[in-house]
């Protein structure tokens, strides 16, 4: 258990071993995903919808690899749960992973989506969809969309 301004937040499962994913000329590595149940305190429960919040977090770690201006737009990364909620990344909550990528760079955040019909407890994989990569001048796909079950122990 974690407990920060926040709240009170436990770690009931995670995936630490989730192979590299290239598209184009990115790669992109997922350090964790988490399914963490947690007590917010009373001055954050409007922000988090009640005092109770059940959530998915993807720490994501995006390498462009080479010196085109492209594409890839992790922080709008869709999932769908074994337990058969489709979701989209809380903004308010989620770090911006940027879209647009100059030259050689890498980039760091983590998604978080907020379970609306379930527990994390009961959540055994994720599946993560991302948009293909696209070039910024022509919005070209440049490579595929990634389509990734990702399990959850």
Same mark, same amino acid.
């Given at each position: 258990t974690i407990e920060n301004e926040a709240g009170a937040f436990k770690l009931l499962k995670r995936n =630490? +071993?989730? $192979?590299?994913i290239t598209t184009g000329p990115f790669t992109i590595t997922i350090p964790q995903v988490n399914a963490v149940s947690g007590t917010v305190k009373e001055q954050y429960a409007e922000s988090f919808g009640g005092e109770n919040v059940e959530y998915i977090q993807i720490d994501m770690d995006i390498t462009h690899n080479n010196e085109e201006n492209n594409s890839l737009y992790a922080n709008l990364a869709q999932i769908t749960t074994s337990t058969g909620e489709q979701l989209d990344p809380d903004m308010l909550f989620s770090e911006n992973i940027d879209g647009d990528f100059v030259g050689k760079? =890498?980039?760091?955040? %983590?998604? &978080? &989506?907020?379970?609306?019909? =379930?527990? %994390? $407890? +009961?959540?055994e994989w994720v599946r993560l969809l991302i948009e293909a990569p696209t070039s910024t001048e022509g919005f070209e796909p440049i490579g595929d969309k990634v389509d990734v079950q990702i399990p959850l122990n």
């Amino acid at each position: 258990t974690i407990e920060n301004e926040a709240g009170a937040f436990k770690l009931l499962k995670r995936n =630490s +071993d989730v $192979e590299p994913i290239t598209t184009g000329p990115f790669t992109i590595t997922i350090p964790q995903v988490n399914a963490v149940s947690g007590t917010v305190k009373e001055q954050y429960a409007e922000s988090f919808g009640g005092e109770n919040v059940e959530y998915i977090q993807i720490d994501m770690d995006i390498t462009h690899n080479n010196e085109e201006n492209n594409s890839l737009y992790a922080n709008l990364a869709q999932i769908t749960t074994s337990t058969g909620e489709q979701l989209d990344p809380d903004m308010l909550f989620s770090e911006n992973i940027d879209g647009d990528f100059v030259g050689k760079v =890498s980039k760091q955040g %983590a998604n &978080y &989506y907020i379970l609306k019909n =379930s527990k %994390a $407890e +009961d959540v055994e994989w994720v599946r993560l969809l991302i948009e293909a990569p696209t070039s910024t001048e022509g919005f070209e796909p440049i490579g595929d969309k990634v389509d990734v079950q990702i399990p959850l122990n």
